[in-house]
Each structure stands twice: as structure tokens, then as C-alpha cells.
């Protein structure tokens, strides 16, 4: 069995590019929108404010966004987050 030179891993290391971790800029979400009964509301658009919190009840929102005029069909939408 031949074994792999050590100095063509170091090169393999050395010329490899860096790999830099980044949190993405936008995020796209869909969900179904439901009236207090749990029926599907009308077509149309609505406006939305999502907002991140860092507990589950009360507190200050980390993160908030408005973005109005979503359309939304037969209950459904679809938005990207961090686009406003």
C-alpha cells in the first residue's frame, strides 16, 4: 500500500481558499394565512410585520419588517425576509 506524501497535503492546504461563514442576507418564508376560525381568508393583499424575538412570551423584538401589499391565494403567500 503507498502511502500519501505529507508535503502534498500541506500544499493541498496552502493553495486552498478560505472558507469565510456568513449569515445570509434575506430569507425566504411562506406560510397560510387563516382567520380566528382557522378559515382560509380571501384573496387579495395584506400587509405583514414579522418580528424575531429572544423569548417566547413578551420582551423587545430583536427584529422587525413591514412589508405590505403581499398577495396571498387561497390562503397562501410567500415573502422574502430581509428584502425591505
Same mark, same amino acid.
Given at each position: 500500500m503507498?502511502?500519501f =506524501?505529507?508535503?502534498?497535503?500541506l &500544499?493541498c492546504l !496552502?493553495?486552498a ?5 456568513a449569515?445570509? !442576507?434575506?430569507?425566504?418564508?411562506? *406560510?397560510v394565512l387563516? #382567520?380566528?376560525? *382557522?378559515? &382560509?381568508?380571501p #384573496?387579495? %393583499?395584506? @400587509?405583514f410585520?414579522?418580528?424575531i424575538? @429572544?423569548?417566547a412570551v +413578551? +420582551?423587545? =423584538? &430583536? ?5 405590505a401589499?403581499v ?6 403567500? !410567500?415573502v %422574502? &425576509?430581509?428584502?425591505?
Amino acid at each position: 500500500m503507498r502511502r500519501f =506524501p505529507w508535503f502534498v497535503c500541506l &500544499l493541498c492546504l !496552502a493553495v486552498a481558499p478560505p472558507a469565510f461563514a456568513a449569515a445570509p !442576507a434575506t430569507m425566504s418564508y411562506q *406560510g397560510v394565512l387563516t #382567520d380566528g376560525a *382557522g378559515a &382560509l381568508v380571501p #384573496d387579495g %393583499t395584506h @400587509d405583514f410585520t414579522f418580528r424575531i424575538y @429572544d423569548v417566547a412570551v +413578551g +420582551g423587545a =423584538p &430583536l427584529w422587525s419588517e413591514t412589508q405590505a401589499g403581499v398577495a396571498v391565494s387561497k390562503g397562501g403567500f !410567500a415573502v %422574502t &425576509l430581509g428584502a425591505v
